[in-house]
Antibody, heavy 121, light 108 residues
Framework: QVQLQESGPGLVKPSGTLSLTCAVS?????????WSWVRQSPGKGLDWIGE???????NYNPSLKSRVTISLDKSKNQFSLKLSSVTAADTAVYYC??????????????WGQGALVTVSS | DIQMTQSPSSLSASVGDRVTITCRAS??????LNWYQQKPGKAPKLLIY???SLHTGVPSRFSGSGSGTDFTLTINSLQPEDFATYYC??????????FGQGTKLEVK
């Protein structure tokens, strides 16, 4: 049973860069899965941010593409999110999740517990 | 992007009721539709994938149907633990993945 755990600062200043890491346990980040970040603004729905494969290939949501970087560290079995030039609108709970293609369709079948990041001075 | 629209946005029901939630896609997505359940302060959990397949461990009172643009999630004989928010999500053509706005199922 793969488990994911987000970590990183809970408070970021406006115009700064949000940085989060997702540690993967019980499975390898080099498996045949993609790894994603999803966020949820307070009281709102879910927004997909982007994904990374163990090859380093990435795909980003066009709405955030200019500000997002997702990377991975195979030696630590973890992947990371950086979101630059943040504003209050980026305040959200950030989830990391595994995308599995073993279900005929791609699903998010394992999630971290979520990390609240507040953008405020 | 493919837009996903759920209805209703909120729903009041009682234990033992049968409820149906609808999800509509802005274009055909075949059966590339998944359903998740989220409880307050928790991450979403996968319930149904490929429109109608039950994820491992999910009770059989949950079912999904539909294809193309119109999909439904049905919960038979509501249990106390089913009161939560439900989201649909499309994975057609992969990126970008999009979710519905959610349906909050509350106790009547």
């Amino acid at each position: 049973q793969v488990q994911l755990q987000e970590s990183g600062p809970g408070l970021v200043k406006p115009s700064g860069t949000l940085s989060l890491t997702c540690a993967v346990s019980g499975g390898s980040i080099s498996s045949n899965d993609w790894w994603s970040w999803v966020r949820q603004s307070p009281g709102k729905g879910l927004d997909w941010i982007g994904e990374i494969y163990h090859s380093g290939n990435t795909n980003y949501n066009p709405s955030l593409k200019s500000r997002v970087t997702i990377s991975l560290d195979k030696s630590k079995n973890q992947f990371s999110l950086k979101l630059s030039s943040v504003t209050a609108a980026d305040t959200a709970v950030y989830y990391c999740a595994r995308e599995s293609t073993g279900y005929y369709v791609t699903v998010f079948d394992s999630w971290g517990q979520g990390a609240l990041v507040t953008v405020s001075s | 992007d493919i837009q996903m629209t759920q209805s209703p946005s909120s729903l009041s029901a009682s234990v033992g009721d049968r409820v149906t939630i609808t999800c509509r896609a802005s274009q055909s997505i075949s059966s590339y539709l998944n359903w998740y359940q989220q409880k307050p302060g928790k991450a979403p959990k996968l319930l149904i994938y490929a429109a109608s397949s039950l994820h491992t461990g999910v009770p059989s009172r949950f079912s999904g149907s539909g294809s193309g643009t119109d999909f439904t999630l049905t919960i038979n004989s509501l249990q106390p633990e089913d009161f939560a928010t439900y989201y649909c999500q499309q994975s057609y053509n992969n990126s970008p993945y999009t979710f519905g706005q959610g349906t909050k199922l509350e106790v009547k």
